[in-house]
């Protein structure tokens, strides 16, 4: 992958809402694409942005999604899976999960 691109942190002005649930970054718009994503957010939420988190990221970057409730495991795998991605991990732990996809070169 090289040297990895990817924002650390972004002042609220550079979020955009989501169906009005979520919040992700507006340079997903700009065709910005990202060698590693980390989402630890609600499932419900990550439900909603399946599409612009595939969308941009990179070939061959990984995106992993923690602190996913037990109900929405199987509902994100699917839809991320239909994406194209790769499911490499699904940890089950007491009370959540954490998934690593990976999007092929």
Known sequence: MGSLKGPVLFPSSDWRTIEGRGRFPKET???????????????????????DLAKCLQPGG????????????????????????????DRFLE????MVFRKEP
């Open 62 to 89: 990984l995106l992993v999604l923690s602190g996913i409730h037990y109900d929405f495991n199987y509902e994100l795998r699917t839809a991320f899976i239909k994406t194209g991605l790769d499911l490499m991990r």
């Open 29 to 51: 718009g700009k065709g910005e694409r990202f060698d590693i994503i980390l989402a630890n957010l609600y499932g419900e939420v990550l439900v909603s942005l399946v599409s």
């Open 95 to 98: 009370n959540y999960t954490t």
